[in-house]
């Protein structure tokens, strides 16, 4: 059997009762990082050595056949560096092959820090959509806030430090500067911090610098759509991130609920330069 296990994300407290068990009993272990997993068993008071195997996002496709063949004569437990497995961390290719080849999959649940930070966000949590990590070049980075942009359900993403205030400027242009975030950073750690606000004022206050573990939520688009300078804005956004002028309207126009050629027009009409 493969079972996957939720760890800390922070707090050594949040071990499960069956985590300890499970680990203390272990006779195989798949890891992102077999350093981290060795010390959290000596965190945990665990004297159990378990035989350890890397499974990461270089090696997964690799070694998955190999676990998958050794869980069905015994229980491989797969751990991640914290939180769930599989959850933007390795373990989805593993049993999607386990699943195909018909070998039990279960899970013990754990800390997350997807439904942490949605949890203590104080946005909509009845719909949401986890986007994972934001991606790093900027033409990708705005396809994806322009995939998204018109979502009307709650939006979670997970960002680096050193890239979240120039990510939360690029979200306020792609999504609107009043639109409401958080930054959750350092979440059940001794340093945790929740800051809301528009998307504008989160940027500004990134600005300064931030530290540690961070995920960004971002409320959903408004129903009732965009307004013109809205749109307008979004169009610049997108014209100045590489997207031609005729592609970027068609993008926003409907989300603005305004033909494309009139948002072509207007946008014409608002950068034209004063005589």
């Keep these: 059997m493969i079972i996957l296990a939720g760890t800390p994300i922070g707090n050594l407290g949040d071990a499960s009762r069956r985590l300890v068990e499970v680990l203390s009993e272990a006779t195989t272990i798949a890891a992102e990082d077999t350093r981290t997993t060795q010390r959290l068993l000596q965190a945990l008071g665990i004297a159990n050595r378990p035989r350890l195997i890397p499974l990461h996002d270089h090696n997964e496709k690799r070694v998955s056949a190999e676990l998958v063949e050794r869980a069905r004569d015994e229980d491989v437990l797969v751990l991640s560096d914290a939180g769930m497995p599989t959850v933007s961390d390795p373990g989805y290719g593993l049993v999607a092959a386990a699943a195909?080849?018909?070998?039990?999959?279960?899970?013990?649940?754990?800390?997350?820090?997807?439904?942490t930070a949605l949890a203590v966000s104080g946005l909509p949590t009845d719909r949401f959509a986890f986007e994972g990590f934001v991606p790093r070049k900027q033409g990708d980075r705005a396809r994806a806030f322009a995939a998204v942009a018109d979502d009307p359900?709650?939006?979670?993403?997970?960002?680096?430090?050193?890239?979240?205030?120039?990510t939360l400027a690029d979200m306020a242009l792609a999504f609107g500067a009043d639109r409401r975030g958080v930054v959750a950073?350092?979440?059940?750690?001794l340093h945790e911090q929740v800051v809301r606000g528009t998307l504008a004022?989160?940027?500004?206050?990134?600005a300064g610098g931030v530290r540690g573990e961070v995920v960004l939520v971002v409320a959903g688009a408004d129903p009732r759509g965009l307004s013109l300078d809205d749109a307008l804005a979004r169009v610049a956004a997108?014209?100045?991130q590489g997207s031609r002028l005729k592609d970027a309207t068609r993008e926003v126009a409907p989300a603005a609920g305004i033909p494309a050629?009139?948002?072509?027009?207007?946008?014409?009409?608002?950068?034209?330069p004063a005589r």
Excluded: N
């Excluded at 709650?154 to 205030?165: C, G, H, I, K, Q």
């Excluded at 950073?185 to 750690?189: F, G, I, P, S, V």
């Excluded at 004022?201 to 990134?206: N, R, V």
């Design 201 to 206: 004022d989160l940027a500004e206050w990134a």
């Design 238 to 240: 997108l014209v100045e």
């Design 153 to 166: 359900r709650t939006l979670v993403f997970f960002e680096a430090p050193s890239r979240t205030a120039q």
């Design 100 to 115: 195909e080849a018909g070998v039990e999959v279960t899970a013990i649940p754990g800390p997350s820090a997807v439904l």
């Design 185 to 189: 950073r350092e979440l059940t750690k």
């Design 261 to 272: 050629r009139e948002l072509y027009d207007a946008h014409l009409a608002a950068t034209k």
